[in-house]
């Protein structure tokens, strides 16, 4: 579910989570300075602003619900996007 924000910011539903993960979510995104908020029945709701965020969401929560091989894809492509942009 998004929603637009009163700062033109994309507001998510970050779902299908654990509990106990979501916390811990939540309070990596506010280190990476991305206003998130959880909701009385424990949901967490995230504010993307740009593209950027965006990117931080996604690896963030990946990395709790990706398994290994998954994850080890994931920093494949990167690794190689990034060779590719410096050639």
């Not at 949901?43 to 690896?59: F, G, K, M, P, Q």
């Not at 994931?74 to 410096?86: E, G, H, V, Y």
Request: aromatic share 12%.
């Amino acid at each position: 579910m998004f929603q637009y924000s009163r700062s033109q910011g994309l507001v998510s539903k970050v779902g299908k989570i654990k509990r106990s993960d979501r916390w811990i979510i939540y309070q990596r995104l506010q280190e990476l300075e991305i206003p998130c908020w959880c909701a009385a029945d424990g949901v967490l709701w995230v504010e993307i602003n740009n593209a950027i965020d965006t990117v931080l969401l996604r690896s963030t929560v990946q990395s709790f619900i990706a398994c290994r091989q998954e994850l080890i894809h994931w920093l494949d492509r990167c690794w190689d996007a990034k060779q590719k942009t410096f050639q």
